[in-house]
């Protein structure tokens, strides 16, 4: 091979490779060394397990009323998608969605007819839901 001009325009790098100082091999632990690693290890995992409930108690008292409205909300959704799962399950029963609907209707008509046509009706309707409201919020103070 001849050499080329490229060849010529290479830099060339020293390395210094230090030879003094050598490594040296990792030394086994005896069993007394490697035995109380072990019982620090154990210790500190009995010190934190020991502190746990102190820690979750504390947890809980500071975080009380978040926690107990996300557990809320979680409970809610898994009450809805159950609902809902347990619909259409109904509603795949041949027979049973024209029945549901049909119910509905009738109960649709019943409450028309019982309490929307005539104003005393829709008056006593009106005090139904105001006796409910009250007992459930309170009644007011006037």
Do not use: C, H
């Not at 820690?55 to 979680?74: A, D, E, H, R």
């Amino acid at each position: 091979m001849k050499p080329t001009s490229e060849m010529a325009d290479v830099e060339t790098m020293d390395m210094d490779v230090n030879t003094d100082d050598s490594g040296s091999l990792s030394t086994v632990a005896s069993k007394e060394e490697s035995g109380q690693q072990w019982d620090n290890i154990k210790n500190t995992v009995v010190d934190i397990l020991s502190e746990l409930p102190d820690y979750v108690g504390g947890f809980f008292n500071q975080y009380q009323k978040p926690i107990v409205t996300v557990t809320l909300l979680i409970a809610v959704l898994v009450t809805i998608k159950v609902t809902f799962a347990v619909v259409d399950a109904v509603n795949e029963i041949p027979l049973l969605s024209p029945i549901f609907e049909l119910v509905g209707m009738g109960y649709s008509i019943w409450f028309i007819y019982r309490y929307m046509l005539r104003a005393s009706t829709r008056q006593e309707l009106w005090q139904e839901i105001n006796g409910i409201k009250s007992q459930y919020l309170g009644a007011k103070d006037e």
